[in-house]
T-cell receptor, first 114, second 113 residues
């Protein structure tokens, strides 16, 4: 069983389209995250949810809208896709807040906007 | 500002050598640090962590050193193997408000047989 699973693994779409990426974790963790990794491999946090509540929003354009239907799921919807949105998006989860609450990452969704 | 940076973007070693990957962080309030390994096409994988009240922690073939005076973190890999080839990230955990990980820019480790 994959601990943090994301779908799809690859996504190629045209500018202006709307797309969603889904994430599920079966670890029983309370907190989930979305990270973006750019072409230079730099990883930056976008959002964090704790028990379905948004707790971190790192000045991400409002075209990006996360949704957490329950604490095991965190989806990312992107409206009006732009070329600059091309990146690898990683979902992660952690047990909660504090030390040793190790983060577990999914295998990523490579989004290519053409 | 927020930055966790690395001195060397690429490190090439021979199989069997010891590898040292360095990281400088800027936020003295960070209380917990983690090293991740990322292989091609995969997500970051936890290697080892260290709390800010420690200066050294050892795992299997890996050691993390923390020098808070100069805000420096290093990952030592003993007897490096070809399977260790990957991009390595240091990350600092900031617990002011809500916890989040801030990643460094990454170092690519290339191990030649």
């Amino acid at each position: 069983d994959t601990a943090v699973s994301q779908t799809p693994k690859y996504l190629v779409t045209q500018m202006g389209n709307d797309k969603s990426i889904k994430c599920e974790q079966n670890l029983g963790h309370d907190t989930m995250y979305w990270y973006k990794q750019d072409s230079k491999k730099f990883l930056k946090i976008m959002f964090s949810y704790n028990n379905k509540e948004l707790i971190i929003n790192e000045t991400v354009p409002n075209r990006f809208s996360p949704k957490s239907p329950d604490k095991a799921h965190l989806n990312l919807h992107i409206n009006s896709l732009e070329l600059g949105d091309s990146a690898v998006y990683f979902c992660a989860s952690s047990q909660g807040q504090g030390y040793d609450y190790g983060y577990t990452f999914g295998s990523g969704t490579r989004l290519t906007v053409v | 500002g927020e930055s966790v940076g690395l001195h060397l973007p690429t490190l090439s070693v021979q199989e069997g050598d010891n590898s040292i990957i360095n990281c400088a962080y800027s936020n003295s309030a960070s209380d917990y640090f983690i090293w991740y390994k990322q292989e091609s096409g995969k997500g970051p994988q936890f290697i080892i962590d260290i709390r800010s009240n420690m200066d050294k922690r050892q795992g299997q073939r890996v050691t993390v050193l923390l020098n808070k005076t100069v805000k420096h973190l290093s990952l030592q890999i003993a007897a490096t193997q070809p399977g260790d080839s990957a991009v390595y990230f240091c990350a600092e955990n900031r617990s002011t408000g809500f916890q989040k990980l801030v990643f460094g820019t990454g170092t690519r480790l290339l191990v030649s047989p």
